[in-house]
């Protein structure tokens, strides 16, 4: 499969995602500079962390205005599977492709730390080779980290499930002493109600080789290739095309 | 016009024999502009005037030298047709008088020395210096340089994998902020800050020039008095985004092949960088500030000079292929400006508008502007502070000693800071901060850096020789302690008034320190950085050579870090233990006292030492290796227990040391150099202890990994018996707890 690497001005995760999909996943991927209009065929598109755009006006806020983002959300909205890490993760919050917003650190400092992070459901396209609330540990950079929503949003998302992430123990608990920048409900990374847009704040890219100090990760990027051959799997034969807009 | 009088001269930090200096080479009176380009180009910061004649020598050859001092950064061969670009800098007095920007701007400084090289930076260390944590002012400038350096780093996503930092009363009013950045470029792909090519356009990209941070260098160049704070505006500020878009906007053109030389606008800007370019090359410059981009209006040709606004180069682009250059600039909507072009001769020439208003040889800002042999004077008070009165002192209880120093800042982690840090983005960071060496990989290849930054001031004030030379050897078995083999080297020297002798004899002295280590530890110096004028009031902080040691490790699977890993294995120490008490952290804590000769060094030894721990690393046969520094053997065993999830150890010391009273102090906290603690499981025992010998390096098996304590006797006697748990917490939580109170504004 192919995985498509958004880069935006201030992208700075853009070749640690790519490094991550290519060389230790093994399937292709390629950068795709933010003035560009297609995803060059793409079956997953990554959203990679750092401070696009520098972050003026809000974190996010400007990158939704790229003219990838068109292409982005399209693609989103045929159902192909689309990952944001951390600023990723903000420009889809920005872009409204996920709901809620993003505040400073309760602690107001910039956190950078690896944390246990519980997987909470895993029929999602970054989840589905996890197993049910399994623990992986995963590093944080962040300084705006904080998921904020309304009450009434903050309800349906846990009535939805689309709570993808929380930060917990490392043996899985959720608590306010596990939680580093103060989310609400602990959470780490939500999807949208369709499940196929994931966005979340700690980094699983930097956390999929053990010399790094955490494999953990690579299950995230593991599991949007299993999605993509189970679905593979389940269309009828002969269609040999792998866009998703075959798929829709 | 402003008449060139002894005050104009003054305020420009120009001395009257230097004046005459600068007639000589003019051939005749220089203009106000000339005179501003003069006084920043042979600012302290630019020429290295008082330090030249020491740094000459320096030993800066070597096998693996790619590039030695004079370039934008060193370079050092790692194989496979790459090298390691890097170097050390200071924003010490920006940091002072503005913590945050100081030091944000300083990692902006030192990322684009090392990206205007043709290299990727992959990794950021810092070593700082701050007074006393129980002091608001202090805390309120410790609080800004660390989220400076976050602030900046962070954004621009190069990790922070490391560092070192000191809290002492002698940095109180001069805290110190040294930055060292490591990239890797292919050796083929190096570009160097020379103009050539008669004709050829010279391009300004990147930032516009504001009035900020005018006279910088000069500034970084003068000691602090009460009216500093007054300074503020010749600080300047940071925009990590512009950085970013430059960065990769630079490190792109650069594969283009048209670029010929390319620089950053640093100290002395726009001045330093066409004058260095041109002398590089041997050829002449002329440049219209009218094309210079401004952000305020008005601005006249002097500001335009000596502005040191931040995030800007200066290219010399071959003629003809600009819109190559210009094409990549625009994607990354930076505007790239042509601002002149190469000359046939050897002068720089600035006009306005067309008219000429400066007219300069390039090398007599530069190569010729003087070389002082400053007087130099053993202070009076050298030879006194080297003795220790013992019989005044009462030892301290080796618990309560123990209790104490694993809290005291500089010894308790720096997790405060380095959680402030992005150290994880770009997924080379192998060993994470807090451990004895920072360790990178190098992808597409087995190989790993090693990378460690380490200075003693108090050691450096007791005998800065020997404090030198300790410095040299620290960095380097830090290095060594994580598999690395030293390679190249680059250091930061802070001190103070050059214009005093016994300053610049401290000076001299640690510059001979670092060069007879260097030697020795075959770890040639490839760059650095000399920040002087480091006083406040009359008083000088500690000299302070900062060292920074990069190593190579051909397997980078093999390195170990400080923690021990199995219950039951062998702590062994390699080195001998001398209990030497002077200048450690143990008399300044619990004795307030800065005292007694530094810790002898036999660099035979060292390096024996050295070239032992890394055999026996790459043999795969030792689970952990610490260095034992600050707090000597007995805070080095308890760190070996720290983030192993509550692993202790019993250990049984022989007692050493002159003065019977203090013996068991001695064995425990004195800072004899020369010393690794490694952990080895038993079936490796033989073979350590057999290759020690054959190394003839001192090796003894002091206790054993295991049970829930930090258990130490000194010849059978019980000296320290803490819960693991207890004295992590203590250690880990000591410098969040003094930051925990609430810092006051401006006091």
């Known amino acids: 499969m192919k995985f498509a690497v958004v880069v ?43 401070f696009a755009h520098g972050d003026y006006l809000r974190t996010g806020a400007i990158a939704r205005f790229s003219p990838i983002m068109s292409a982005v959300t399209a693609f989103a909205d045929r159902g192909g599977p689309v990952l944001g890490i951390c600023n990723g993760f903000q420009v889809l919050l920005e872009a409204g492709l996920l709901p809620g917003a993003m505040v400073r650190n309760d602690r107001i400092k910039f956190v950078s730390q690896i944390v246990p992070v519980r997987v909470e459901q895993t029929d999602t396209p970054f989840t589905a080779a996890c197993a049910p609330k399994q623990v992986l540990h995963l590093p944080i950079a962040h300084g705006e980290g904080n998921y904020f929503a309304a009450p009434d949003e903050l309800k349906a998302l846990e009535a939805n499930r689309q709570v993808i992430f929380r930060y917990s123990s490392p043996a899985g608990d959720v608590a306010a002493e596990w939680n580093p920048n103060g989310s609400l409900n602990g959470i780490a990374g939500i999807c949208n109600r369709q499940r196929n847009v994931v966005g979340l704040m700690p980094h699983p890219e930097r956390a999929s080789e053990l010399p790094l100090g955490s494999a953990d990760g690579r299950v995230v990027l593991a599991s949007a290739v299993k999605f993509f051959q189970d679905l593979k799997a389940s269309r009828p034969q002969g269609r040999t095309t792998s866009s998703p807009q075959a798929l829709a | 016009m402003t008449a060139i009088d002894s005050a104009v001269l003054e305020r420009h930090g120009i001395k009257p024999d230097e004046y005459e200096r600068i007639q000589q080479l003019m051939g005749r009176e220089p203009n106000l502009l000339e005179l501003g380009l003069f006084s920043v180009m042979w600012s302290e910061h630019c020429s290295y005037k008082s330090s030249r004649v020491h740094l000459r020598t320096l030993p800066t050859t070597g096998p693996r030298v790619v590039q030695g001092p004079g370039e934008n950064a060193g370079a050092v061969d790692i194989g496979d047709g ?118 050829n356009p010279v391009y300004y990209v990147g930032a516009k020039t504001g009035r900020d941070g005018i006279h910088g260098a000069t500034m970084a160049s003068a000691e602090f008095d009460e009216k500093s704070a007054e300074k503020r505006p010749a600080v300047q500020v940071g925009d990590p985004f512009m950085e970013k878009l430059l960065m ?37 410059m002329t440049v219209d500030v009218m094309h210079v981009p401004q952000r305020e209006t008005g601005m006249i040709p002097y500001e335009i000079m000596l502005s040191e606004s931040q995030e800007r180069m200066l290219l010399v682009v071959e003629r003809g292929r600009e819109h190559e250059v210009e094409a990549v600039f625009e994607k990354w909507d930076l505007h790239a400006v ?69 809290a005291v800042p500089t010894i308790a982690s720096k997790r405060w800071a380095y959680r402030q840090f992005d150290h994880t983005v770009g997924t080379n960071t192998i060993a ?94 490839t760059g650095g950085n000399v920040s002087l004028y480091n006083e406040t009031e009359g008083r000088a902080i500690f000299p302070t050579p900062v060292l920074g040691v990069v190593g190579l490790l051909e397997d980078a699977s093999k390195t170990v870090t400080r923690t021990f890993k199995t219950a039951g294995a062998a702590v062994v120490l390699l080195g001998d233990n001398l209990g030497e008490l002077g200048g450690s952290e143990y008399l300044a804590t619990m004795h307030n006292l800065v005292a007694g000769k530094p810790p002898a060094l036999n660099l035979k030894r060292e390096a024996a030492l050295q070239a032992l721990i890394i055999k026996l690393i790459r043999d795969g046969c030792i689970e952990s290796a610490h260095d034992c520094s600050e707090g000597g053997l007995a ?48 079936h490796h025992l033989d073979h350590v202890m057999e290759a020690a010998r054959a190394a003839e390096v001192p090796a003894r098996e002091i206790g054993r990994v295991g049970g829930e304590a930090i258990r130490i006797s000194v010849n ?31 006091s």
């Not at chain 1, 003035?35 to 060059?40: A, V, Y």
């Not at chain 2, 092949?257 to 960088?273: E, P, R």
């Not at chain 2, 070996?640 to 202790?648: A, E, L």
């Not at chain 2, 059978?716 to 930051?739: C, F, N, R």
């Open chain 2, 432 to 525: 994470q901060p807090g451990m004895s060496a920072a360790v990178v990989r190098v992808k597409d290849t087995p190989r790993a850096l090693a990378m460690s930054v380490d200075g003693n001031g108090r050691f450096c004030y007791l005998d800065p020789y020997q404090g030198a030379m300790l410095a040299v050897a620290e960095a380097s078995r830090n290095v060594a302690c994580a598999g690395g083999e030293p390679i190249g080297a680059t250091n930061n020297l802070n001190f103070g008034n050059p214009e005093r002798p016994e300053i610049m004899w401290q000076i001299a002295e640690a510059v001979r320190g670092i060069g007879d280590a260097c030697r020795a530890l075959n770890a040639p110096i």
């Open chain 1, 8 to 50: 935006f001005p201030g992208s700075n995760s853009d070749r640690d995602a790519f490094y991550a999909a290519s060389r230790v996943i093994g399937e292709q991927a390629e950068l795709i500079w933010h003035k560009d209009n297609d995803l060059k065929g793409a079956d997953a598109v990554i959203l990679p962390g750092g």
């Open chain 2, 635 to 682: 805070i080095a065993l308890a760190e070996c227990t720290f983030d192993t999830g509550g692993m202790g150890l019993s250990a049984d010391l022989t007692s050493v040391g002159d003065e019977p009273a203090f013996a068991t102090n001695a064995t425990l906290f004195g800072e004899s150099a020369s010393r690794i603690v490694i952990s080895v499981g038993s």
């Open chain 2, 338 to 406: 042509q601002v002149g072009e190469v000359t046939e001769g050897t002068r720089l020439k600035i006009h306005e508008r067309g008219t000429l208003v400066a007219d300069v040889p390039n090398r007599a800002l530069t190569d010729e502007a003087p070389v002082y042999q400053r007087p130099m004077e053993v202070p009076l008070w050298q030879k006194s502070v080297q003795e220790i009165a013992f019989s005044d002192l009462t030892p301290a209880s080796a618990q309560q000693a123990f209790d104490t120093l694993i």
């Open chain 2, 248 to 284: 990769e906007a630079c490190l792109e053109v650069m594969k283009t092949g048209a670029v010929v030389g390319i620089q950053d606008m640093g100290a002395a800007g726009f001045t330093c960088s066409t004058s260095e370019m041109g002398s590089r090359g041997s050829c002449g």
């Open chain 2, 82 to 199: 790459l090298c390691a670009v890097f170097k050390i800098e200071s924003h010490n007095h920006p940091s002072f008088i503005e913590p945050y920007q100081g030091a944000a701007t300083g990692v902006g400084g030192i990322i684009r020395d090392i990206f205007t090289m043709g290299a990727r930076p992959i990794a950021l260390l810092n070593a700082l210096r701050f007074g006393s944590l129980d002091t608001p002012l202090a805390r309120r400038i410790f609080e800004g340089v660390v989220a400076g350096i976050g602030g900046y780093g962070n954004s621009i996503g190069i990790p922070t994998v490391g560092g070192e930092i000191v809290f002492d009363e002698m940095y109180a009013g001069n805290p110190l902020v040294n930055v060292f950045c490591l990239g890797i470029a292919h050796v083929d792909d190096i570009v160097k800050g020379a103009a050539k090519g008669t004709g």
């Open chain 2, 716 to 746: 059978g006697q019980a000296a320290i018996d803490s819960p693991v748990p207890s004295a992590e917490t203590a250690w880990a939580t000591a410098i969040e707890t003094k930051m925990r109170r609430k810092p006051k504004t401006d």
